[in-house]
């Protein structure tokens, strides 16, 4: 069983930058950054491999970053110039398998709490 425990939300401008936290407590082979906004289905953002490969959706692609920190157990995504659109509940999530890269929610098995990203206009 792995645990999942994401920090780092708030309230930005837009064109601001936020971080955010994934800090898991159990060994992942990849872990996967998805958005959810109201009325919206969850959508897939990032994710990053144990190996530190990276896969962005293009929506994001130049803009958010994802990083691994392999010591700490914890990886951060990392969002510049944000925009108004990209308010949303910003989800960790984690798999155990190794299939490269998963961008499908059902991929994942284990989430976190998720975490409020509001942009301001």
């Known amino acids: 069983q792995v645990q999942l425990v994401e920090s780092g939300g708030g309230l930005v401008q837009a064109g601001g930058s936020l971080r955010l936290s994934c800090a898991a407590s159990?060994?992942?082979?990849?872990r996967g950054w998805f958005r959810q906004a109201p009325g919206t289905e969850r959508e897939f953002i990032a994710t990053t491999a144990r190996s530190g490969s990276t896969f962005y959706a293009d929506s994001v692609k130049g803009r958010f970053t994802v990083s691994r920190d392999n010591t700490k157990n914890t990886v951060y995504l990392q969002m510049d110039s944000l925009k108004p659109e990209d308010t949303a509940v910003y989800y960790c999530a984690a798999a155990i398998i190794p299939t490269w890269p998963i961008t499908q929610r059902g991929g994942y098995p284990y989430w976190g709490q998720g975490t409020q990203v509001t942009v301001s206009s």
């Open positions: 159990g060994r992942t082979f990849s």
